[in-house]
């Protein structure tokens, strides 16, 4: 089979490689679609590493069931499924807690073992959750992570209805925490990012302002928007220090006692610095991934229709012309919301 085998940030190759089997607990999806993520970008990039290489990277992926191992009891072969790619053993204490995110034995797909960038992968069962007939594999594929992650983040969040929301980077994540604080009831979205495509695409999502940095006096427009009390609640998602300094800073009022909460989603890769008192009454967090549960509740909410996110399937590469996607996102010149690899 083809994959997509990562060597080092400048060493991209689509290889033969042989096709897994599945072993005991474990499914063989056949891959339909899978997308490219902000995390994929961090390693090809140079910013963050896989655990191990080479390996083969991805981990938004959705497909088909080929065939199941001893053990196996939940699914069978034919079933449509998306990955989760949480790797969790099931048993530690997060684990039977509902939190399969924080699991101490967990691997990630596409960063411990071998990702969706593949015509086939084998997982533990799981590892899958089903993908209703209403769901496309691409739309399923982009919910195994961009939009469940974001979902997540909003649990975090807890953010009420009409409250004001600031989201910080428009990548794939970024947008989809603007469809969700629409979805959710927010009364004000303000949308930040360097690159006024991504920015176009977070307006069409639902963000009643869209602010520039490079133009734009964020903290004011901010304090402006919010009467001078702060954002309720702000999404951090480019993981950059600055925009995370400004995520704090945007939830502040005037006297040092009014404070929202901060989510820091996007990866920081830079140490980063907070004063007490800019999160005295208010909280800072950081969202880890999601969990298993809420991957089924987003899928089961985009089965209904309330929730529409094929916009953010704008464009479509071969698994053969990967390294054209990654360029594409690179380059930026236009809005990007999900580059779909079609692995068939």
């Known amino acids: 089979m083809r994959a ?3 060597y080092d940030k400048e060493d991209l190759r689509i290889k033969d490689v042989n096709q897994p089997d599945p072993q005991p607990d474990e499914v063989l999806v056949d891959l339909q679609a899978a997308s490219l993520c902000g995390s994929d970008m961090n390693y090809l990039n140079g910013k963050t590493d896989p655990a191990s290489d080479p390996i083969t990277l991805g981990h938004e992926g959705a497909g088909i069931i080929d065939s199941v191992g001893d053990g196996v009891n939940h699914v069978a072969a034919g079933d449509r499924v998306v990955i989760h790619y949480i790797e969790s053993c099931g048993t530690c204490r997060p684990c039977s807690r509902g939190n399969d995110n924080r699991c101490r034995n967990r691997q990630s797909i596409g960063h411990h073992v071998d990702g969706t960038f593949a015509e086939y992968i084998a997982v533990p069962e799981r590892a899958v959750v089903p993908l209703p007939e209403a769901v496309s594999f691409a739309e399923g594929s982009v919910a195994g992570c961009a939009v469940s992650t974001a979902y997540h983040a909003f649990q975090r969040a807890e953010i009420d209805p009409g409250d004001t929301v600031v989201v ?3 990548g794939g994540v970024g947008l989809h925490s603007v469809l969700w604080a629409d979805s959710l009831g927010a009364g004000t979205i303000v949308a930040v ?9 977070a307006e069409a999502y639902g963000a ?4 520039n940095p490079e133009r734009d006096d964020i903290l004011k427009r901010i304090a402006d928007e919010t009467d001078g009390w702060g954002a309720d609640a702000a999404i951090e998602c480019s993981g950059s220090p600055v925009a995370m300094e400004q995520a704090v800073d945007a939830i502040n009022g005037k006297n040092g006692y009014e404070s929202g909460t901060v989510v820091s989603v996007g990866i920081q890769t830079e140490d980063i610095s907070v004063e007490f008192g800019d999160v005295r009454e208010g909280q800072l967090r950081v969202s880890g991934d999601h969990r298993r549960s809420e991957l ?3 899928l089961t909410t985009l089965a209904t229709g309330t929730v529409d996110i094929s916009p953010t399937l704008t464009h479509e590469v071969a698994l053969e012309n990967l390294q054209d996607g990654v360029d594409l996102v690179r380059e930026g010149d236009e809005w990007i919301g999900r580059v779909v690899v079609n692995t068939t």
């Open 208 to 211: 009643d302002v869209t602010l």
């Open 4 to 6: 997509a085998r990562y």
């Open 296 to 298: 089924i509740e987003v």
């Open 168 to 170: 910080f980077g428009a």
């Open 193 to 201: 990012d360097l690159a006024d495509p991504q920015l176009d695409g």
